[in-house]
């Protein structure tokens, strides 16, 4: 009726066996109902990686030209561009926006420490826009 497979044909061997197919099972297929798990949305753990504080958003005052922002202020400021990761360097560093305003790229990767080329490119497109 069947092939029958010999002994060294049941099984495939070696990186066959590693990169063959897995065998699907019995829980693969479990009897949940389709609305039991949806795609999309956040997971419950999305929240704290997102970086987002309303505290810092409180703390800009967007009326104030962005040449007398103080050194706190531009540091929160990183924050909220996604830069926070040099805020601290920020806080050291910048005396207010006009200070950061008149920063060359090479004072910027010195000074703040910014040593990826797009993290630059990011702050430098967001000064632009500030002013």
Not at 8 to 23: D, M, W
Not at 31 to 42: E, K, P, Q
Not at 88 to 93: E, L, Q, S
């Amino acid at each position: 009726m069947g092939m029958q497979l010999s002994k060294n044909e049941s099984k495939p061997k070696g990186l066959r066996r590693i990169f063959s197919r897995p065998k699907r099972s019995p829980s693969s297929s479990s009897g949940l109902s389709d609305n039991a798990f949806t795609r999309g949305g956040y997971r419950s753990t999305t929240g704290p990686r997102l970086g987002y504080s309303p505290s810092v958003k409180k703390t800009i005052n967007i009326n104030l030209p962005f040449s007398r922002w103080d050194t706190n202020l531009v540091a929160d400021w990183f924050a909220i561009i996604g830069l926070g990761m040099y805020s601290a360097d920020c806080k050291r560093w910048c005396k207010n926006g006009e200070h950061l305003m008149r920063a060359t790229d090479q004072e910027v990767e010195k000074e703040l420490g910014v040593r990826n080329a797009l993290h630059r490119k990011k702050l430098r497109l967001a000064v632009s826009a500030m002013n």
